[in-house]
């Protein structure tokens, strides 16, 4: 009777851990469980957005992909005959700059949105893009000379590429607290001895520390209503190693060029002078913005039957880009016309995207290469991806 007693406590003191095990079990899976669900789900929002930063890519791709065709006009009588024999008239380059310049201009440095929902493209979710041109920006490997470990053309006077980019990045020093910042840049390529491959390789020096935090566009701009202009100058924004020459571009400045040409801050979309004061109503900002935007193309079109590829800044400035830039020649920092290139021939772009789904956000900074060719009476472009990093 007392062995039977002894086994009975043995079995029930068995069963009370097998099931305290069991609860111990359940308890960590649901743990487990409770955090898993929603890492899958803020995992999966972050694979579709980078998926999306992918497709802001290929908008800015369409953009600066579009094809030139000239309209070919019949003639009458017995000339039509004759026009099957001729061969079609192709694009001059004037027409092909002009079509760049007519679709870019009023996007380029602009955040544009592209808004995704789940009934028409199958998720919800935003695109929302930047373009800017790397040949609006500073080479500053073309601007040294790695052989002789210092800036091109550095002799002693006011021509002195050195002195021009002294004054012209003096707003940068005081700005980013950066002082002497040619100095140290002269001092950073002469020491390396040989090219930089990215501009953010300038950050491993204490000279650059002011850009540890402005390395690319500010990260939030589609949600301001002040200009980038209030904050802090960007890295990428100024600097390039990406184009072949050490000329810039004047029709294709970036925010960050046009703040150290002394050019006056415009609204991105009318090309009007801010208003900081005015309190007006999304819908009547939207339907503004919308006149402002069609008003600048007639401006922009208007402007660029004067096109021509070739330039001489001294003299064509202030007929073909201060009725765009408010600025005359003369007004421009000291002899920084020298730096404009004679030529329009831009073929490198960078474009910054944001794309969101959910609470996910992710950023690429991509660097763009538009490439020529022709078909008869139209001219296409193939836009490469040469480079891109996720921000």
């Not at 200009?227 to 990406?242: R, Y």
């Not at 402007?303 to 001294?314: G, Q, S, Y």
Request: charged share 25%; aromatic share 8%; glycine share 4%.
């Amino acid at each position: 009777m007392k062995m039977q007693a002894t086994r009975s406590g043995y079995i029930l003191v068995m069963a009370l851990m097998i099931i305290s095990l069991v609860v111990l079990i359940t308890g960590i899976m649901t743990n487990l469980g409770d955090s898993y669900v929603p890492y899958m789900h803020a995992m999966t929002q972050r694979n579709k957005a980078r998926i999306l930063a992918l497709g802001g890519i290929a908008c800015a791709q369409s953009q600066l992909g579009m094809s030139v065709e000239v309209e070919q006009k019949a003639k009458e009588g017995a000339q039509i005959q004759q026009q099957d024999t001729k061969k079609p008239q192709a694009p001059t380059p004037e027409q092909e700059a002009t079509a760049l310049l007519k679709n870019l201009l009023p996007v380029l440095n602009v955040w544009q949105t592209v808004p995704l929902t789940l009934e028409k493209e199958g998720i919800d979710g935003t695109i929302q893009y930047r373009i800017t041109c790397e040949d609006g920006k500073l080479n500053i490997n073309e601007l040294f000379d790695f052989k002789t470990k210092k800036f091109k053309d550095d002799k002693k006077g006011d021509l002195s590429i050195k002195t021009i980019l002294t004054t012209l990045l003096a707003p940068v020093e005081k700005r980013m607290k950066t002082p002497e910042m040619v100095a140290a840049l002269e001092s950073i390529l002469a020491k390396r001895g040989y090219p930089l491959n990215d501009v953010t390789e300038l950050l491993s020096n204490t000279g650059f520390a002011g850009f540890k935090h402005a390395q690319f566009s500010s990260r939030e701009p589609h949600n301001k209503k002040s200009s980038e202009s209030t904050s802090s100058f960007i890295l990428t924004d100024l600097f390039t190693t990406h184009t072949t020459h050490m000329a810039v571009e004047p029709w294709l400045l970036s925010e960050g060029l046009k703040r150290l040409y002394m050019i006056p801050e415009t609204d991105k979309v009318s090309g009007t002078k801010k208003d900081a004061s005015s309190s007006a109503s999304s819908y009547a900002a939207a339907s503004a913005d919308k006149k402002a935007t069609a008003d600048r193309q007639e401006k922009i079109t208007e402007l660029l039957k004067k096109f021509k590829i070739a330039a001489d800044w001294n003299r064509d400035w202030d007929e073909r880009l201060q009725p765009f830039y408010g600025i005359s020649f003369k007004q421009l920092p000291k002899n920084s016309g020298v730096l404009f290139t004679k030529s329009f021939e831009p073929r490198i772009f960078s474009v910054m995207v944001d794309a969101t789904v959910g609470d996910s956000t992710q950023r690429l900074y991509a660097i763009l290469e538009r490439i020529k060719k022709s078909q008869d009476t139209k001219t296409q472009y193939d836009i490469y991806i040469r480079s891109f990093y996720w921000v």
